[in-house]
DNA sequence: TTTTGAATTAACAATAGTGTTAAACAATGA
DNA sequence: TCATTGTTTAACACTATTGTTAATTCAAAA
């Protein structure tokens, strides 16, 4: 028994993720992604039943490596410049490597409450503790005068956004550059926002 | 002749537009347009022939009023630090009034070449200007040593993730207060980004 | 080698959603 | 009033996609 399954409902999988990442629920067919596993698109149905159940998979192990990849970074103990410096370049870095990923997580839960729910409840606990740390510490460098004073919450999300939208906005520039629209080499566009957005964030943290 | 004809083809227009913000071109379905609307699913045919022809309707249009939207605020002459204040405030108004926009028109933008190109081709022409008149005035501020070098662009982007990226965020924290999570009261959580945007940009240009 | 059960295939059923059409209807102008 | 033209409706055709099934293949254990 079990032949290949394992090899079978691996590349379902993977080409799951790859369909569903890009084009999202809706959009991504079956037929396609056993087309591009390069099995009978009788075996989607086979070991997962339903579309949903497969897009519920790659869904929950992906919503888990976001919930994941920010508030860890955190838990180095640094002080604080070089700490917000240290996270903002891992959590560029963690785009990098998955920068399909927030667009993914927010197109799909901004029409499902189950799911949105599913997601908050992944991130608030580590998002407590995490901010629980970083606002003694952000009070401290207040108290001494080298910070003004600043709400954690607001400069977490402010790395977030940042990191985020640069690759949000890559698209475009790519566009640009491919329309003959000479704005900024695209080449260097994302090593230039990951400096960039250290210098902003480390900026307007001083006073 | 021409009955109503603008009532029908109007609320047509006005339930795809509901629709397609919300859902994306995917998940609609014309006949639920149909349904909102009040109208036989035929009319929709009839009078834009296809669900493309549609939403291209209401695509068009909203990319306008993206394109339009951002760089117009701009073009008031003002000093320096009043202008950014006044920028992000208009365009997180702008926000408020839009909040589905730039997730809508990036949702669909990601997948078609034609659309993102249209979408550069909208966005540039104004960005060029903008970004012309502004890169001078930082300059000058820097040379007077008021704030730290600065590129236009980078300032620009910064403002659009921050303002943009509050409105993603929002649902997360609706969905933290209806979990019981107290993180932040949801109720002023735009009014808050809002003044912490302001700051966290202004700071961030000053040395 | 035979048996067993999982894995695979092709063919098909079911459904949902887009688009079409012919006939009915309503408004307007002659 | 009648003819014309644009509007609306219900019914249907078409298509794409998901999901099912029965028959077949294959690998390993007895």
């Known amino acids: 028994m079990s032949k290949n399954k394992?090899?079978?409902?691996?590349?379902?999988?993977?080409?799951?993720?790859?369909?569903?990442?890009?084009q999202g629920f809706a959009r991504t067919k079956t037929t396609e992604i056993a087309r591009l596993a390069g099995v009978n698109h009788a075996m989607i149905h086979y070991y997962f039943r339903?579309?949903?159940?497969?897009?519920?998979?790659?869904?929950?192990?992906?919503?888990?490596?976001?919930?994941?990849?920010?508030?860890?970074?955190?838990?180095?103990p640094q002080p604080l410049f070089e700490k917000v410096r240290y996270v903002v370049e891992l959590h560029f870095d963690f785009l990098v490597a998955n920068p399909m990923l927030p667009?993914?997580?927010?197109?799909?839960?901004?029409?499902?409450k189950e799911k949105r729910s599913l997601?908050?409840?992944?991130?608030?606990?580590?998002?407590?503790?995490?901010?629980a740390k970083l606002q003694p510490d952000l009070d401290a460098e207040?108290?001494?005068?080298?910070?003004?004073?600043?709400?954690?919450?607001?400069?977490?999300?402010?790395?977030?956004?940042l990191n985020v939208f640069s690759f949000f906005c890559l698209p475009?520039?790519?566009?640009?550059?491919?329309?003959?629209?000479?704005?900024?080499?695209?080449?260097?566009?994302?090593?230039?926002?990951?400096?960039?957005?250290?210098?902003?964030?480390l900026s307007g943290l001083k006073k």
Do not use: W
Not at 103 to 112: A, H, Q, T, V
Not at 119 to 126: A, W
């Open 50 to 76: 339903t579309k949903e159940n497969l897009f519920n998979m790659v869904f929950q192990k992906k919503m888990m490596i976001l919930a994941d990849s920010f508030f860890n970074i955190f838990e180095k």
């Open 142 to 161: 207040a108290a001494k005068g080298t910070i003004r004073p600043m709400d954690a919450l607001d400069l977490i999300v402010n790395i977030i956004s």
């Open 172 to 201: 475009l520039f790519e566009e640009c550059e491919a329309n003959g629209m000479k704005s900024i080499e695209t080449k260097g566009f994302l090593e230039h926002r990951k400096k960039s957005n250290v210098e902003f964030i």
């Open 119 to 131: 997601l908050v409840r992944s991130l608030f606990p580590k998002a407590r503790v995490t901010l």
């Open 103 to 112: 667009f993914f997580i927010y197109s799909e839960i901004i029409n499902s």
């Open 6 to 22: 394992t090899s079978t409902e691996q590349s379902i999988l993977e080409a799951a993720e790859k369909e569903f990442l890009s």
